[in-house]
C-alpha cells in the first residue's frame, strides 16, 4: 500500500526559505517517478519538481527554476523540496506524487499517488 505524507508547510515572509518533505512507503524511487505539484483555489494542479526513477534527473516548472531544488534520500525513501526566495505567488497547496508508469513526472494525468498536500503560504 503507498502512503505519501508530505510536511514542512507553513506561514514565511517573502524571500525566506521552507523545506518540504514527503515520507513515501509502498514506493521504490528505482520503480516511481516522484514530483511535486502546487495548486491554488480556482486554478488546475500544476507540477513545479520531478525527479527522474532512471538516474535521478531533477526537472522544474520555469516559475521555479533557480528557486526550488528537489531531491531524494532513497535510505530514507523520502523527497524533499527546498524551497528559496519564496514570492507570494508561490503560496498553494503543495502535493507529493508518484507514478509508476513513467519515467519523469511532470503531469497530473501520470499521477498514480497522491499525498494529502500541505499548505505554503508566502505573505509579502
Known amino acids: 500500500q503507498v502512503q505519501l505524507v508530505e510536511s514542512g508547510g507553513g506561514l514565511v515572509q517573502a524571500g525566506g526559505s521552507l523545506r518540504l518533505s514527503c515520507a513515501a512507503s509502498?514506493?521504490?524511487?528505482?520503480?516511481?517517478?516522484m514530483g511535486w505539484f502546487r495548486q491554488v483555489p480556482g486554478k488546475e494542479r500544476e507540477n513545479v519538481a520531478a525527479i527522474s526513477r532512471i538516474d535521478g534527473t531533477t526537472y522544474y516548472a520555469e516559475s521555479v527554476k533557480g528557486r526550488f531544488t528537489i531531491s531524494r534520500d532513497t535510505a530514507k525513501n523520502t523527497v524533499y523540496l527546498q524551497m528559496n526566495s519564496l514570492e507570494p505567488k508561490d503560496t498553494a497547496v503543495y502535493y507529493c506524487?508518484?507514478?509508476?508508469?513513467?519515467?519523469?513526472?511532470?503531469?497530473?494525468?501520470?499521477?498514480?499517488?497522491w499525498g494529502k498536500g500541505t499548505l505554503v503560504t508566502v505573505s509579502s
Open positions: 509502498g514506493v521504490s524511487f528505482s520503480r516511481h517517478a
Open positions: 506524487a508518484a507514478a509508476a508508469q513513467v519515467l519523469v513526472l511532470t503531469t497530473p494525468d501520470g499521477v498514480d499517488y
